[in-house]
C-alpha cells in the first residue's frame, strides 16, 4: 500500500454545533447545550506536533480496515513495536504495512502480497506508527 504525504498537521478548525429543540410545551434536554465545541484534532492526534497526514491507495492493507483513499494519521513520536501498522520508505516509495522488527519484515494484510525483508542494503526509513484511518465517504 502507498501512501501519500501531506505534510504535518498542527492545528484543526473547531466546528460549533447549535442544537434546537423543535418541541413546544417543555424544554428540551439538550437545550442546554446551544453551543458545543468539537475538537478533532484533541480527539484523534496525542502528539500534534510529530503527527502527519497521509492518504492510503492500493488494496494491501484492507485485511486491517485501510482502503485505497483512507487517510492516515500517523505519528513519529510512538515507539514501534512488533505488529504495528507503519508508514516508512523503502527505496524511495511510501509505503504502509505491518512491521516485524526482530524478523525485519513487512507485511501486508492480504495474502495476495508477500513480505518484504528489509536488507541493510535498502534505503528504509521509518517514518511513523499509523494511529487511526479515516474512511472518506464523500469527497463533497
Given at each position: 500500500m502507498h501512501v501519500q504525504y501531506f505534510g504535518f498537521l498542527l492545528l484543526m478548525l473547531v466546528i460549533p454545533i447549535y442544537i434546537e429543540a423543535g418541541i413546544?410545551?417543555?424544554?428540551?434536554p439538550a437545550a442546554q447545550?446551544?453551543?458545543?465545541?468539537?475538537s478533532l484534532d484533541q480527539l484523534l492526534i496525542k502528539h500534534p506536533d510529530a503527527t502527519f497526514i497521509g492518504m492510503a491507495s492500493d488494496q494491501s492493507m484492507q485485511g486491517v480496515g485501510i482502503y485505497d483513499g483512507d487517510l492516515l494519521l500517523v505519528d513519529?513520536?510512538?515507539d514501534v513495536s512488533t505488529g504495528d501498522i507503519v508508514v516508512a520508505t523503502y527505496n524511495g516509495c511510501f509505503v504502509c504495512k505491518i512491521?516485524?522488527?526482530?524478523?525485519?519484515?513487512?507485511?501486508?494484510a492480504s495474502d495476495d502480497y508477500p513480505p518484504v525483508y528489509i536488507s541493510p542494503e535498502d534505503d528504509f526509513c521509518l517514518e511513523g506508527v499509523v494511529t487511526r484511518s479515516?474512511?472518506?465517504?464523500?469527497?463533497v
Open positions: 413546544t410545551g417543555f424544554e428540551s447545550y446551544k453551543e458545543l465545541g468539537l513519529r513520536a510512538v512491521i516485524h522488527k526482530e524478523n525485519r519484515l513487512l507485511m501486508s479515516i474512511r472518506l465517504h464523500s469527497l
